[in-house]
């Protein structure tokens, strides 16, 4: 399969571990939601490239994002550090 991914801003905490929200859809036309913690470039050379041109072009998640964080469990916002 084949897919178009974009980083939103949207941030999650899954079992401890912090989450971006990635929308995408597949080559056939597919919309989807995917959890991302880590981007390595295969490339060493511009990982810090990759890193700032992913973090310069995040956009906000559209309203269908919210109902797949609720299928998937993980839909609710981390909860506030309380000290």
Same mark, same amino acid.
């Given at each position: 399969? $084949?897919?178009?991914?974009?980083?939103?801003?949207?941030? %999650?905490? /899954? @079992?401890?571990? @912090?989450?971006?929200?990635?929308? !995408?859809?597949?080559? $056939?036309? *597919? =919309?989807? /939601?995917? %959890?991302?913690?880590r981007l390595e470039s295969a490339d060493p050379? /511009?990982?810090? #490239? %990759? *890193?700032?041109?992913?973090?310069? $072009?995040? $956009?906000?998640?559209?309203?269908?994002?919210?109902?797949? %964080?609720?299928?998937?469990? /993980? !839909?609710? =916002? &981390? #909860? =506030? *550090?309380? &000290?």
């Amino acid at each position: 399969m $084949k897919a178009t991914m974009e980083s939103t801003t949207r941030m %999650l905490i /899954v @079992n401890g571990m @912090n989450f971006r929200v990635w929308e !995408g859809v597949s080559e $056939k036309g *597919i =919309p989807f /939601v995917a %959890l991302v913690n880590r981007l390595e470039s295969a490339d060493p050379t /511009v990982q810090t #490239a %990759l *890193i700032t041109e992913t973090m310069a $072009k995040q $956009k906000e998640p559209e309203s269908t994002t919210q109902g797949a %964080l609720d299928r998937l469990g /993980v !839909g609710a =916002p &981390p #909860a =506030p *550090i309380v &000290p």
